[in-house]
Structure formats: structure tokens, C-alpha cells
């Protein structure tokens, strides 16, 4: 049989078995015979041509010779062995490396293949038949399914999120019940805390968990939709963030669930929510204004409390300088601690000032201001301020009212030791005085004997000196009795006509030294007040005196006394030196004496129309003053009759 | 039958003034520095007679009428002699039992001796 390149012919170098080759010829699979221990090709088939790409050309040579790239692959060595033990060998999805075209380009086909010994009668191997299927694209696509899911398990193992594959259970109303575990990856039981999850359902873990997972799950299932949530598991103790989404088609309750273990992080979130929240409650709640201020002094928060402390809302300070709010008075001291606050970090410093009100009222108010610019997230200076008006208001009031009660208590006190040292200086100054009297007395009265002339009249001139000392002595403890309010009058009736006439006659001597006389008239013959007769004899002498002291010799003093309805009127009228206008405001004060023409001449305390005063306005009545230097004095006083 | 007077009265001077022109009337005169022993004496003496100062240590005059009892004296007349011009004092005073109050500066020895002659009468008689 001549060789030929024709399909469907059998080829055989040998012409053996040619009815057995020409079965094999037409054969869906690649058949090949060699013989020989060089394993001389003696027939291929064409399927065998086809998938060598090799023509009819290699019958009658060895395969060694034919297939030289299949020299490293291992085959010709198979062949051996077969051809030597007799054994078949039977090779699954081999790989074969082909060079299939003349740029020398390789491809790999697998085969399933049997070389099987041919034996002759002596059962001597003496060639090999090589069968040959080719399963090069079952194989590609088997590879293929398994590289995906290599790749999808290796995604699947190496992700850091727990990951699962559940299937829902319903109950009989189709509502979702349970689910059972049917894959988990390798961080499921550290993400959840369950092992050994894989084919056991959830409830069996934890019978009371939270029945939304469930639904949840089962409306994925259901739907289809994916839907990705935080929802905490309590019976686990965690939250999780998850993601579920059905996986296969409409009929599948299984779910794939993605999720992630953020107990900590939700943790640390609730703490800085609460954190945050107790903080802006705190500020917003606080009676103290918060305010973040730049190292401009430009506002840049308020808190709400700002209401309550200075009228304003926060929006309308924000962006706007502090100091237009700051009394100019107080702008300075201000600033300078502000500037203190600036120079470093966490400077603090506490200040009283006052800023204007929005009732445009000036308000005082406290502020410690806090420097927290290089604090994160503050980034500010923050001052927290209160209204203080109220409390200084009342310390200044306090403070007055102290002043006022101390002076007054100071100066009660001050006059209360005066007056008591007045009184004390004057009954002692009596008593040495009182002595001096009464031995002059005893001498003058010849109780040791009779005495000269002009024993006498010495001794009666320090009788006489004595008793003035004891009449200024008298006249300062009645002031100071005055004073202290201590001076009680002793009211009876009295004829003021009588009184007066008596006054003028006890006077007479000392009017007849200066050859002054007096006029006195009456409205009535009798004019009868309620009065202390000892201290308006006293007025009516100190007045009679002041109008003779102060008179030249010669002059007359004109009294009068009128009764005019309720109130009497004594009018004592001189036409002596008179009192400049500028003096008339102190005359009636205390130790007041007034130099004039005459004042030389004259002694006196000063004290005498103080008491007058003092006695007067005793009685309900008033003085009065009209004179003129030069011009003569007179004294009008009106006072009721009870 | 003579009178006798007690003089209640720390200030010496006036002590003596008052004993010479009294004792030199004729009447009998006791002294007392103070309260306490114008007490005890007024027990002793029953004067007709007490010129009492108001100002005295250890006890003043004051003091002094409050602890006797007027009742005991019946016939004694207390005229209260002091330099304390106040009207608040004359009238406690009197008030507790004193006959009369008198400025001791406004009063000569003669003046005294015509005071006690007005008030208890001459001493013999």
C-alpha cells in the first residue's frame, strides 16, 4: 500500500493488519501503531496526522526521529517501559507541547491516552499501539472554574471582614425565622465570636437575637435587594456594620453577608457624641457666656447664654471686634490682659470690666479668658463671662451704706467722748475751783479773824476771778449738755413782761457803767408762755448783754414783746456796731466771735447766742438776725406760747 | 438737844471747809470718804443731817441712797452737794430720797451754814 497524504486512508508502512488499520482509520480518535523497539511508526490514522500536524511522511520512522519536540516531554521514554515490561500505560489529560508552525510557536493539548503492547503469539511484545483522545478544552475549562474559585476563595480567606453565606429560614407564614451558616470565611469567628458556625442556624447560637436581623435577611432573600446597615446584636454584645445581598436567582433564600465587627468604633463614636452633646449642653446651658475670640479680638462664637448675660443673640457678635463693646474706662486694663493671655499657651487670666448691654446699659461683668490657640479644634482664645452688675451694684451700695454708718458711728462717737469729756473736765474743774471759793469765803467772812480794807478788796477780786473761771466752767458743761441732748426743760407758766422787767433791773448795774438805758415795751401788761424760766432768763440776759457789750456808751436798747396769736414775739433791737452780712451765718454756731470795733473790749465765750439758739428752738420757736456793720443788731424771736 | 451732821464727802478740802464753819455753828460733825463708810456711820450716828457728794470712790452717792433704808432715818434730811450740774441727776436723786440738790460751786460757807440752819434748824435748841 503506497503512502499517501489522503484522509481517510489508512496509513501503514507495513501493509499488517490492514483491515484492523482500516477500522482505526476512519476512528474519532487518534491511533497510532509502532513497532519495533525503535518504535517505527507503522501506522497513524488521520485524526492522529491532524493533532501532531504531521503528514503521512513520518510512516516508517521512528518516533524519536519524527516527534523531535516531544524529546524532553517524557513520552519516548513511556514508550520504552511499554515496549520493555509489556505493561500499558494509561495517561490522563497529558499535556503535550506541540510546535505547531514554522515560527517555531508551541501549544498545549492534554490527551487521555493508552500505549497498549502488541504481542505475538509468543506473547512478545513486537509494537505499541498508541490511543489517543484529546481533552485539551474540558481540560481549559475545568481549569478555568477552578482558578476562579481559587481566586474567589482566596478573596474570600484573605479579606478582613467577616463574611458568610446564609441561608434564610421561614416559617410557615413565610416569615423569616432563623438561617443556617452554610459558608463562612476565616475572620467570621473572630468578627462574631461563634465557632464552628458553618451547617448550625443562628438561633441555635442565640435564641433571643434581635428579631430585625432576621427580617432584615429575609427581605433580602425575598427581594433581592442588597442592603447594607449598623444594627447591634445584643446577644452577641456587638455592632456591626453589614452588607447582604442575595446570592443566585429568584428562588434562592441564601444570602451573602459582608460585615465588619465596629463595637469599638461605635464605642469611641457614642463616647464623643456624649462627649460632645455634654459639653455643648454644659455650654449651652450654663449661665456663663462662652466666647471664642482670635488673637484680633474678633469674635468668632457666642454661646446661646449670651441671651441671658447681655441681650445680644450670638449671630449678631459674631465677626465683630470685642473692644466696641468694652467701657473706654476700662478698655485699657482690659487690653493689657489680653495681651497676656496671647504671649503663651494655656495663659490664663481673670478680669472685671464693663461692656455695654444691649439695652445699651453699661454691665459689669467677670471673665477668666483661657488661651487655646494651639489647642485642636478650639484654636481660639476662650473667655467664659458672667454678669456681675447686680453683685457690684450691691457692693457699691454696701460700701456707701459703711461709709455712711461708719462716719456717722465715727463721727456719734467722736462727738458722744467730746461731750462726755467735756462734762467730765467741767466737774472736775469745779471742784478745785469750789475750793478756792470756799476758803477765799471763809477769810472774807473774818472766820479767821478781821481783815483789812484792802484785804478785802484783794481777796474779793479772786473771789471774783474765781467765780468767772466757774462761770465759763458752768457754760461749757451746759453746751455739752446741749449737745448730747441731754438738756431737759422744766416747763411753767410765765408772765415774759415781769420776767423781762426783772432781767432789766438785775442788769441795771452793768447798763449804768456804760450810761446806756433801755426801752421796753409790752403789747400787753401781761403776756403768759409755757416756757422754762430759767433758760429764757438766760436768753433775755444774753441778749441784754450782747446789745450793751456791743454798744457804745450812751446808746439806748430797745425791747419789745408782742403777742400775736399763738406766738409771742421778743424783740431786743441795738444801736451798737452791728454784724457784717458775710458773719450773719455763723453766728449762732459754737465759740463764734466776731471781731468788730468792740470785740477787744469785751469777754465772752462764744457760746452765748449758740445757747440762745439751741434754747429757742428748744421751745419750738425761731431767732432771727437783722443787722449790718455799723448799722446796729437786732434779734427777733417767735416762739408759741405752749 | 444738838444736831448732827454727816459730811459724805472724798474731796478733803471741801471736807474740812464744810466741818470748820459747821462745828464752828455748833453742830456735831461726823466725815465719811465714801459710801460705804457714810453707811455704816448713818447706823452708828443717825444724823440730822447728810451733805453727800455724788462723784466718790468705791461707793458714790448714788449708790449710797439706794442702800440705806430712808424708813431707818425718819428724821434725817440728805441734801445731795455736788459739782455734777444735770438735771437728769437732781431729779433721780431726789427721787430716791435726797431733800434737796445743791452745785457745791455756787454755794460760799456762809451759804451752807444758812442751809443747814433752813433745813434741820439751829444746832442747839
Known amino acids: 500500500m503506497a503512502n499517501t497524504n489522503k484522509r481517510n486512508t489508512p496509513h501503514s508502512a507495513t501493509g499488517d493488519s490492514d483491515r484492523q488499520y482500516d477500522l482505526f482509520s476512519q476512528a474519532p480518535a487518534a491511533i497510532a501503531v509502532t513497532k519495533g523497539k525503535e518504535h517505527v511508526i507503522d501506522f497513524a490514522n488521520d485524526f492522529f496526522l491532524e493533532i501532531t500536524a504531521k503528514d503521512s511522511s513520518i510512516i516508517g520512522q521512528p518516533v524519536r526521529d519524527v516527534f523531535t519536540e516531544l524529546k524532553e516531554q517524557g ?15 494509561i495517561g490522563n489529560e497529558m499535556p503535550i507541547e506541540w510546535q505547531v508552525n514554522a515560527e517555531g510557536k508551541k501549544t498545549t493539548s492534554y490527551l487521555n491516552f493508552v500505549y497498549r503492547p502488541l504481542r505475538d503469539k509468543d506473547s512478545r511484545t513486537y509494537g505499541i499501539l498508541a490511543h489517543a483522545v484529546e481533552v485539551t478544552e474540558q481540560v481549559n475549562a475545568r481549569r ?23 441561608e434564610m429560614i421561614f416559617d410557615d407564614n413565610n416569615k423569616p425565622y432563623d438561617y443556617r451558616f452554610i459558608e463562612v470565611n476565616s475572620v467570621f469567628e473572630q468578627q462574631t465570636g461563634l465557632k464552628n458556625a458553618v451547617g448550625k442556624t443562628m438561633r441555635q447560637f442565640a435564641p433571643d437575637m434581635e428579631e430585625d436581623w432576621f427580617s432584615i435577611y429575609g427581605n433580602v432573600a425575598l427581594t433581592g435587594k442588597p442592603v447594607r446597615f449598623e444594627n ?3 446577644a452577641l454584645g456587638r455592632w456591626y456594620d453589614a452588607f447582604a445581598t442575595r446570592i443566585g436567582g429568584d428562588d434562592s433564600r441564601r444570602v451573602a453577608v459582608l460585615f465588619t465587627d465596629i463595637t469599638e468604633k461605635k464605642k469611641i463614636k457614642d463616647a464623643i457624641q456624649a462627649s460632645e452633646e455634654r459639653f455643648r449642653t454644659l455650654i449651652e446651658q450654663s449661665t456663663d457666656a462662652i466666647q471664642l475670640v482670635d488673637t484680633a479680638g474678633n469674635i468668632l462664637y457666642t454661646s446661646e447664654s449670651i441671651r441671658q448675660v447681655l441681650g445680644y443673640t450670638p449671630e449678631e457678635l459674631e465677626g465683630v471686634g ?10 485699657p486694663h482690659f487690653l493689657e490682659k489680653f495681651q497676656t493671655i496671647t504671649l503663651a499657651p494655656q495663659n490664663q487670666v ?16 467677670e471673665t477668666v479668658g483661657v488661651n487655646h490657640l494651639d489647642t485642636p479644634n478650639i484654636n481660639a482664645i476662650v473667655g467664659n463671662f458672667r454678669n456681675i452688675t447686680e453683685r457690684k451694684n450691691a457692693e457699691a451700695e454696701q460700701l456707701k451704706l459703711m461709709t455712711i454708718t461708719e462716719q456717722r458711728d465715727a463721727l456719734m462717737k467722736l462727738n458722744k467722748s467730746k461731750d462726755e469729756f467735756i462734762a467730765l473736765a467741767s466737774h472736775q474743774l469745779r471742784t478745785p475751783a469750789t475750793a478756792v471759793k470756799q476758803y477765799i469765803s471763809l477769810i472774807l467772812d473774818e472766820f479767821a479773824g478781821p481783815i483789812t480794807a484792802d484785804q478785802m478788796q484783794y481777796l474779793q477780786t479772786a473771789y471774783d476771778s474765781n467765780e468767772r473761771q466757774l462761770s465759763i466752767i458752768n457754760s461749757l458743761l451746759k453746751t455739752a449738755q446741749i449737745d448730747a441732748s441731754k438738756y431737759k426743760l422744766d416747763k411753767q407758766p410765765c408772765d415774759l413782761v415781769s420776767l423781762m422787767n426783772e432781767a432789766i433791773d438785775n442788769f441795771k448795774p452793768a447798763l449804768d457803767i456804760r450810761k446806756q438805758t433801755v426801752a421796753f415795751t409790752a403789747a400787753k401788761k401781761k403776756i403768759t408762755a409755757l416756757v422754762d424760766i430759767a433758760e429764757i432768763e438766760l436768753v433775755i440776759i444774753n441778749l441784754l448783754e450782747n446789745a450793751s457789750k456791743y454798744s457804745h456808751t450812751g446808746t439806748q436798747i430797745q425791747i419789745a414783746i408782742n403777742a400775736e396769736g399763738r406766738f ?5 433791737s441795738d444801736k451798737g456796731v452791728g454784724i457784717a452780712k458775710e458773719h450773719h451765718g455763723r453766728i449762732f454756731d459754737k465759740f463764734t466771735r466776731v471781731d468788730n470795733e468792740l470785740s477787744d473790749t469785751v469777754s465772752g465765750t462764744g457760746l452765748g447766742l449758740y445757747w440762745v439758739k439751741q434754747i429757742i428752738e428748744m421751745h419750738g420757736g425761731t431767732i432771727q438776725l437783722k443787722s449790718a456793720l455799723g448799722k446796729g443788731t437786732t434779734f427777733i424771736i417767735r416762739m408759741p406760747h405752749e | 438737844m444738838s444736831k448732827t451732821v454727816l459730811i459724805i464727802e472724798d474731796e478733803i478740802v471741801l471736807q474740812d471747809v464744810y466741818k470748820l464753819v459747821l462745828t464752828h455753828k455748833g453742830y456735831v460733825v461726823h466725815t465719811a470718804n465714801n459710801g460705804i463708810e457714810g453707811v455704816s456711820l448713818m447706823k452708828k450716828i443717825k444724823p440730822d443731817l447728810v451733805l453727800l457728794d455724788l462723784f466718790m470712790p468705791l461707793m458714790g452717792g448714788k449708790d449710797f441712797l439706794r442702800n440705806i ?7 434725817a434730811k440728805i441734801i445731795v452737794c455736788t459739782n455734777l450740774s444735770d438735771r437728769e441727776t437732781e431729779a433721780e436723786v431726789l427721787s430716791l430720797g435726797a431733800h434737796k440738790f445743791i452745785l457745791k460751786s455756787s454755794m460760799t460757807p456762809a451759804d451752807l451754814v444758812q442751809l443747814a440752819s433752813d433745813t434741820v434748824g439751829d444746832p442747839v435748841g
Open chain 1, 75 to 89: 513520552f519516548f521514554e513511556l514508550l520504552d517501559n511499554v515496549y520493555t515490561t509489556g505493561t500499558p500505560f
Open chain 1, 144 to 166: 478555568l472554574v477552578e482558578e476562579n474559585e481559587e481566586r474567589y476563595r482566596t478573596l474570600f480567606n484573605s479579606i478582613d471582614q467577616g463574611f458568610c453565606i446564609i
Open chain 1, 232 to 234: 447591634r446584636a445584643e
Open chain 1, 322 to 331: 470685642v473692644e466696641d463693646f468694652i467701657h473706654p474706662d476700662d478698655y
Open chain 1, 350 to 365: 481673670r478680669l472685671e470690666y464693663r461692656v455695654k448691654h444691649k439695652d445699651g446699659s453699661w454691665a459689669w461683668v
Open chain 1, 568 to 572: 409771742v414775739e421778743i424783740i431786743v
Open chain 2, 69 to 75: 433704808d430712808m424708813h431707818d432715818y425718819p428724821n
